[in-house]
């Protein structure tokens, strides 16, 4: 028989872990909720179209990583890479734009990308999600940018580096890059052959290398922070100072490069220290330009995005489970009875349903980490798992008194 495993890039769940994924989206509902994000669910498939155009063809998402399917009616379907795209689509067509500005939402849910898997990278994701979309006000990249660092914060993901950037408007960047690829040319004996190679498609790319020569010949080359346009450079020096009020540290890295295309203006990654390869937690940015570009209304917007995998990995082995209250050593109606008397009046309990003799029944109520477990026999015993003293109790009621209830 052939066995079955999860598909290569794709991992099963388990608890305790599926509790403490569970547990992240929650704390990510309370945090943002506070600053007036309302939660909001896109489909888990869309037109391939709007990654196509929202992403950007020519990203190694577009290019390489969609999982993109027909349906019966031959229409290009693909799994959603990221959520942005998704969200600005509804945002217009839902005339979101119509409602008091900013709109501020968030999601999780799984994401799929084609890539090779390793430590931290799969195939099937789960990222959690906010955005700000109908006004470029500099108080929301900050605000997003401090309410990651929160969550973060409560998840206990250890330390991360923030590292910050401006990319100004797609017309500042594309002078940009002209600039920077004839300040490579005019340099380019002494670059590594990988990048001359690269130079004329992707100069930036220039800043990544390991290449001593190259290295060198980077350090003096023009930066794009340095080319933004007064307001875009104003937008940036905003949100700094505001980050700076709030007391988070952040390095301006020019070389920041995020791999979709939307990003105009502030953009961002946390980095954590404890990961290997993969260690981006989060990032996210502006996208002045994207609802337009998929036929909405001209409509600023700022979000990000963390791989919740990631922040799990971050943070550590799960904690112990709390275990449960009571255990009800007893089989039959009366035990049945009374475990429902206990749950509804709040208390985790368990009762036996594995056919265990007492003996069995009372080191599994110690195994579970009970509270007190209920004996169940011609008489009623309630035992303190903590002190181990055994009382009886004379009724049912009696026992709800015992055990807090
Ligand atoms: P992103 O940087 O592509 O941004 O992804 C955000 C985070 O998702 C990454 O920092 C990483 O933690 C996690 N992630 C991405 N790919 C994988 C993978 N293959 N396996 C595990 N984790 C992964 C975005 O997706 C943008 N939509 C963020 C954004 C929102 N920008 C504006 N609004």
Same mark, same amino acid.
């Given at each position: 028989?052939k066995?079955?495993?999860a598909s290569?890039g794709t991992?099963?769940?388990l608890?305790p872990?599926?509790?403490r994924r569970?547990?992240?989206?929650?704390i990510t509902?309370?945090v943002?909720?506070r600053?007036?994000? =309302?939660?909001m669910?896109t489909p888990?498939?869309e037109?391939?179209?709007?990654?196509a155009?929202?992403v950007g063809?020519?990203?190694d998402i577009?290019q390489?990583?969609?999982?993109t399917?027909e349906?019966?009616?031959g229409r290009?379907?693909?799994?959603r890479?990221?959520a942005t795209?998704?969200?600005c689509?509804a945002?217009?067509?839902?005339?979101?734009?119509?409602?008091?500005?900013?709109v501020k939402?968030?999601?999780a849910g799984p994401f799929?990308?084609?890539e090779?898997?390793?430590?931290g990278?799969?195939?099937?994701?789960?990222?959690?999600?906010a955005?700000?979309?109908?006004?470029?006000?500099?108080?929301?990249?900050a605000?997003?940018?401090?309410?990651?660092?929160?969550?973060?914060?409560?998840?206990?993901t250890?330390?991360?580096r923030?590292r910050?950037?401006?990319?100004?408007?797609p017309?500042?960047?594309?002078d940009y890059?002209?600039e920077l690829?004839a300040y490579?040319?005019?340099?380019?004996?002494?670059?590594?052959?990988?990048?001359?190679?690269?130079? =004329?498609?992707?100069p930036?790319r220039?800043?990544?290398?390991d290449?001593?020569g190259t290295?060198?010949?980077?350090?003096?080359a023009?930066?794009?922070v340095?080319r933004?346009?007064?307001?875009?450079?104003?937008?940036?020096?905003e949100?700094r100072?505001?980050?700076?009020?709030a007391g988070l540290?952040?390095?301006?890295d020019?070389?920041?490069v995020r791999?979709?295309?939307y990003?105009t203006?502030?953009?961002?990654?946390f980095?954590?220290?404890?990961?290997g390869?993969?260690?981006?937690l989060?990032?996210?940015g502006?996208?002045?330009?994207?609802?337009?570009e998929?036929?909405g209304?001209?409509?600023p917007?700022?979000?990000w995005?963390?791989?919740?995998?990631?922040m799990?990995?971050a943070?550590?082995?799960? =904690?112990q489970d709390?275990?449960?209250?009571v255990?009800v050593a007893?089989?039959?109606?009366?035990?049945?009875?009374?475990?429902?008397?206990?749950?509804?009046?709040?208390l985790?309990?368990?009762? =036996?349903q594995a056919?265990?003799?007492?003996?069995?029944?009372?080191?599994h109520?110690d195994?579970l980490?009970?509270?007190?477990?209920?004996?169940?026999g011609?008489?009623i015993e309630?035992?303190d798992m903590d002190?181990?003293a055994q009382?009886?109790?004379e009724s049912?009621d009696?026992?709800?008194g015992m055990v807090?209830?």
């Amino acid at each position: 028989m052939k066995k079955f495993q999860a598909s290569r890039g794709t991992v099963d769940v388990l608890p305790p872990d599926a509790r403490r994924r569970l547990r992240l989206v929650e704390i990510t509902g309370e945090v943002l909720g506070r600053a007036g994000y =309302e939660p909001m669910e896109t489909p888990v498939f869309e037109d391939t179209e709007l990654f196509a155009r929202g992403v950007g063809e020519s990203t190694d998402i577009v290019q390489k990583e969609m999982f993109t399917f027909e349906d019966k009616a031959g229409r290009s379907l693909t799994l959603r890479p990221e959520a942005t795209a998704g969200i600005c689509r509804a945002y217009t067509e839902h005339g979101m734009h119509k409602l008091p500005q900013p709109v501020k939402v968030w999601t999780a849910g799984p994401f799929f990308r084609h890539e090779a898997p390793q430590a931290g990278r799969f195939r099937q994701f789960t990222q959690i999600d906010a955005e700000a979309l109908g006004s470029d006000d500099p108080t929301l990249d900050a605000e997003l940018i401090l309410l990651l660092a929160e969550i973060f914060e409560r998840v206990r993901t250890g330390p991360s580096r923030l590292r910050l950037s401006s990319l100004g408007t797609p017309a500042t960047r594309a002078d940009y890059i002209d600039e920077l690829a004839a300040y490579l040319r005019a340099h380019e004996g002494e670059l590594s052959e990988e990048v001359r190679g690269r130079l =004329e498609q992707n100069p930036l790319r220039a800043f990544d290398a390991d290449h001593p020569g190259t290295k060198a010949v980077m350090t003096d080359a023009p930066r794009l922070v340095d080319r933004l346009t007064t307001e875009d450079a104003e937008h940036f020096a905003e949100v700094r100072a505001l980050l700076d009020a709030a007391g988070l540290p952040y390095e301006i890295d020019s070389t920041l490069v995020r791999g979709l295309d939307y990003y105009t203006r502030t953009v961002f990654e946390f980095v954590s220290e404890r990961l290997g390869a993969q260690a981006a937690l989060g990032g996210g940015g502006r996208y002045d330009g994207l609802v337009e570009e998929l036929g909405g209304p001209p409509t600023p917007g700022v979000g990000w995005a963390a791989g919740v995998e990631r922040m799990l990995m971050a943070a550590g082995p799960a =904690e112990q489970d709390h275990g449960i209250d009571v255990f009800v050593a007893g089989t039959g109606r009366d035990a049945f009875v009374l475990v429902g008397q206990l749950r509804s009046s709040g208390l985790r309990t368990q009762m =036996e349903q594995a056919g265990r003799s007492l003996k069995g029944q009372l080191k599994h109520a110690d195994r579970l980490g009970a509270r007190w477990t209920v004996i169940l026999g011609d008489e009623i015993e309630v035992k303190d798992m903590d002190t181990g003293a055994q009382q009886r109790a004379e009724s049912v009621d009696d026992v709800l008194g015992m055990v807090g209830a």
